[in-house]
């Protein structure tokens, strides 16, 4: 104990979470990140980005491998289970949030299987993002630390030692015995902690999510890698407003070493319909409804201030900034907090809110009629700036381009509006919503179209591909039997795959359209839309076999970073990424339609 040590890969950790804010757990039984009490809260434990003196909380025998022999979340459950075989014995450590009621708590409990085993745990708490060190003091049987506004308030039976700004303790766990942690979050004004039973809080943990799980109407040959991903869904909902962040973690690199190191703990609207239809189609018609309702409250205003991303609130303001203080993963600086693309303009979000609300009109979702008079405004702003250039929807750092999929989304608006009058009874002026999807239709197949090498392309005038390409049929603009459709899917496969994975576009390339330093993995979202792409024009046993690959690169207990990295063999990005994890679940119903014996909603 007492030595510094450095976090493991990205996918060495598993994590749990109340669905307000989640934390990290590693292999060796260490909790590296934790946000207190919200997803974008600082973080308490922060050695992911740096080491041990940033914060960490570990628990593991005091002997032997400190890896764990096996670990496993137990059943359908956010709870983990960490097993470790000793000489003398093993042990369980089981991990989990239990759903808030009040203050945030992290639990954990040694449980003894085997033998007698020595354990030890360390706890280090940095408010600050690992900057402060707080002052920490008994009151009765609780140690307490406090900085600034914040405090954390441990109970146990163990006796835990403090020296070197660490609090720390061995103990013996025999087989059958049940040693409890429970952590837990206040504001530093809170003069006593709210106490939690362990054993109470495990049941009911366990209740929870086994109820919840029971209500996925899939059934197919995916079932456990779509549970898991929807179960990570659920935990990265902000449950107060039904926001979805798209990691719970900041600044874990797209390269190791690089500088492609953003904050993904904000909600983004570019996946907001693959979203709901993952949702609807699996029998969550309430999550749908709460995502929805956030995406609603979070544009609502003037259509021309409409952001690509915002807080876990509906927060529009998300100032980017460095914790110069953390080395970064594995010295891969900057670490940020805050994402500067939030001021970027992107015209694909208009269409994504347009087809989202579509899509839950289409499936009765409750209570949009109101909606209306904001899809009017959106489409009335969107005749006078489609045509305007736009950053895009991987939030290049470069210079504004003409991008192909961003009109695309410009037509799916324009197209939702004209199909809301004519399925639905809505009013408004059809013919010239009928005008402004031609025109963007037109302008797309002429300028964003390569008829030499039969693909589209990723900016008007650019020789570059570009992932998103991918999406065209799957919004409708032209259907996936089109040879133009056709040829760009096969361009894509061509130019864009490494290893059997697909890249967003090419960044080795001096004419990158990111025009950032370094390089990134194979974007896990994209290689799922390819799968879905490679099925849809007929090529199933090509489509089952990139999926099945895909879900091989999932960690032992089920969870995706955001990219592969082929050449390392690892996972990249930040951690565990929603946007990975809900292509999964939408390209395993499409095949497992495909098959046979099973159908969505």
């Given at each position: 104990?007492?030595?510094?040590?450095?976090?493991?890969w990205i996918e060495d950790y598993a994590m749990i979470g109340d669905m307000q804010t989640a934390a990290l757990v590693g292999r060796d039984g260490?909790?590296?990140?934790?946000?207190?009490?919200?997803?974008?809260?600082?973080?308490?434990?922060?050695?992911?980005?740096?080491?041990?003196?940033?914060?960490?909380?570990?628990?593991?025998?005091?002997?032997?491998?400190?890896?764990?022999?096996?670990?496993?979340?137990?059943?359908?459950?956010?709870?983990?289970?960490?097993?470790?075989?000793?000489?003398?014995?093993?042990?369980?450590?089981?991990?989990?949030?239990?759903?808030?009621?009040?203050?945030?708590?992290?639990?954990?409990?040694?449980?003894?299987?085997?033998?007698?085993?020595?354990?030890?745990?360390?706890?280090?708490?940095?408010?600050?993002?690992?900057?402060?060190?707080?002052?920490?003091?008994?009151?009765?049987?609780?140690?307490?630390?406090?900085?600034?506004?914040?405090?954390?308030?441990?109970?146990?039976?163990?006796?835990?030692?403090?020296?070197?700004?660490?609090?720390?303790?061995?103990?013996?766990?025999?087989?059958?015995?049940?040693?409890?942690?429970?952590?837990?979050?206040?504001?530093?004004?809170?003069?006593?902690?709210?106490?939690?039973?362990?054993?109470?809080?495990?049941?009911?943990?366990?209740?929870?999510?086994?109820?919840?799980?029971?209500?996925?109407?899939?059934?197919?040959?995916?079932?456990?890698?779509?549970?898991?991903?929807?179960?990570?869904?659920?935990?990265?909902?902000?449950?107060?407003?039904?926001?979805?962040?798209?990691?719970?973690?900041?600044?874990?690199?797209?390269?190791?070493?690089?500088?492609?190191?953003?904050?993904?703990?904000?909600?983004?609207?570019?996946?907001?319909?693959?979203?709901?239809?993952?949702?609807?189609?699996?029998?969550?018609?309430?999550?749908?409804?709460?995502?929805?309702?956030?995406?609603?409250?979070?544009?609502?205003?003037?259509?021309?201030?409409?952001?690509?991303?915002?807080?876990?609130?509906?927060?529009?303001?998300?100032?980017?900034?460095?914790?110069?203080?953390?080395?970064?993963?594995?010295?891969?600086?900057?670490?940020?907090?805050?994402?500067?693309?939030?001021?970027?303009?992107?015209?694909?979000?208009?269409?994504?809110?347009?087809?989202?609300?579509?899509?839950?009109?289409?499936?009765?979702?409750?209570?949009?009629?109101?909606?209306?008079?904001?899809?009017?405004?959106?489409?009335?702003?969107?005749?006078?700036?489609?045509?305007?250039?736009?950053?895009?929807?991987?939030?290049?750092?470069?210079?504004?381009?003409?991008?192909?999929?961003?009109?695309?989304?410009?037509?799916?608006?324009?197209?939702?509006?004209?199909?809301?009058?004519?399925?639905?009874?809505?009013?408004?002026?059809?013919?010239?919503?009928?005008?402004?999807?031609?025109?963007?239709?037109?302008?797309?197949?002429?300028?964003?179209?390569?008829?030499?090498?039969?693909?589209?392309?990723?900016?008007?005038?650019?020789?570059?591909?570009?992932?998103?390409?991918?999406?065209?049929?799957?919004?409708?603009?032209?259907?996936?039997?089109?040879?133009?459709?056709?040829?760009?899917?096969?361009?894509?496969?061509?130019?864009?795959?490494?290893?059997?994975?697909?890249?967003?576009?090419?960044?080795?390339?001096?004419s990158s359209a990111d025009q950032l330093p370094g390089d990134e993995g194979a974007f896990l979202a994209c290689s799922f839309w390819m799968a879905?792409?490679?099925?849809?024009?007929?090529?199933?046993?090509?489509?089952?076999?990139?999926?099945?690959?895909?879900?091989?690169?999932?960690?032992?207990?089920?969870?995706?970073?955001?990219?592969?990295?082929?050449?390392?063999?690892?996972?990249?990005?930040?951690?565990?990424?929603?946007?990975?994890?809900?292509?999964?679940?939408?390209?395993?119903?499409?095949?497992?339609?495909?098959?046979?014996?099973?159908?969505?909603?």
């Amino acid at each position: 104990m007492g030595v510094s040590r450095v976090p493991g890969w990205i996918e060495d950790y598993a994590m749990i979470g109340d669905m307000q804010t989640a934390a990290l757990v590693g292999r060796d039984g260490s909790i590296d990140w934790a946000c207190l009490p919200d997803f974008d809260s600082s973080a308490c434990f922060a050695a992911l980005l740096g080491d041990d003196q940033n914060g960490s909380w570990t628990l593991r025998p005091a002997d032997g491998e400190p890896r764990a022999t096996r670990r496993r979340y137990r059943g359908d459950t956010l709870i983990l289970e960490s097993e470790w075989d000793t000489a003398t014995g093993s042990v369980r450590v089981i991990d989990f949030m239990p759903p808030r009621g009040g203050a945030p708590h992290i639990v954990r409990i040694v449980e003894g299987l085997r033998g007698s085993v020595r354990m030890e745990t360390s706890m280090r708490i940095r408010f600050d993002y690992g900057h402060v060190v707080p002052w920490v003091h008994r009151t009765g049987a609780e140690l307490v630390a406090i900085a600034g506004p914040e405090a954390v308030w441990l109970s146990t039976p163990v006796e835990l030692q403090g020296h070197n700004f660490t609090h720390d303790a061995t103990f013996d766990v025999t087989a059958g015995q049940r040693v409890p942690f429970v952590m837990t979050w206040h504001p530093s004004q809170v003069e006593e902690s709210d106490h939690l039973d362990a054993e109470k809080a495990l049941s009911r943990t366990e209740r929870f999510w086994e109820k919840w799980v029971n209500q996925c109407t899939y059934e197919g040959p995916y079932r456990e890698a779509v549970i898991r991903s929807l179960i990570v869904l659920k935990a990265l909902t902000y449950r107060p407003t039904g926001g979805i962040v798209a990691a719970p973690t900041t600044s874990l690199p797209e390269e190791i070493g690089g500088v492609r190191n953003w904050d993904y703990r904000y909600c983004w609207l570019r996946d907001a319909t693959i979203t709901l239809e993952a949702m609807i189609r699996s029998g969550y018609k309430d999550e749908a409804l709460a995502w929805r309702e956030w995406l609603v409250r979070a544009v609502a205003g003037e259509p021309q201030l409409m952001q690509i991303m915002y807080g876990i609130r509906g927060e529009r303001r998300l100032t980017e900034w460095e914790a110069d203080w953390l080395p970064g993963y594995e010295a891969s600086r900057p670490v940020r907090v805050g994402n500067a693309a939030v001021g970027q303009y992107q015209l694909d979000v208009y269409g994504e809110v347009m087809d989202v609300l579509h899509l839950a009109r289409r499936h009765n979702i409750r209570g949009g009629d109101y909606l209306w008079g904001l899809q009017r405004s959106l489409v009335n702003y969107l005749e006078w700036c489609w045509d305007e250039p736009d950053e895009g929807l991987w939030e290049v750092r470069g210079p504004r381009q003409h991008f192909v999929h961003s009109k695309v989304m410009a037509w799916v608006a324009a197209d939702r509006a004209v199909r809301s009058i004519e399925e639905f009874g809505k009013e408004g002026p059809i013919e010239r919503w009928r005008a402004l999807r031609d025109t963007i239709h037109a302008e797309v197949c002429e300028y964003g179209y390569d008829p030499q090498r039969n693909t589209f392309t990723q900016y008007y005038g650019s020789k570059e591909l570009d992932a998103a390409l991918l999406l065209i049929p799957e919004v409708g603009f032209l259907p996936y039997d089109d040879p133009r459709v056709v040829g760009t899917i096969e361009a894509v496969r061509q130019d864009l795959m490494v290893d059997g994975f697909v890249l967003r576009y090419r960044t080795d390339l001096d004419s990158s359209a990111d025009q950032l330093p370094g390089d990134e993995g194979a974007f896990l979202a994209c290689s799922f839309w390819m799968a879905n792409a490679l099925l849809a024009i007929g090529r199933q046993d090509e489509a089952r076999e990139l999926f099945e690959r895909l879900l091989s690169l999932r960690n032992d207990v089920g969870l995706l970073a955001e990219e592969w990295d082929p050449r390392a063999g690892r996972q990249v990005g930040n951690f565990p990424q929603a946007f990975s994890h809900v292509p999964l679940v939408t390209t395993a119903l499409n095949l497992s339609a495909r098959q046979g014996g099973w159908r969505a909603e």
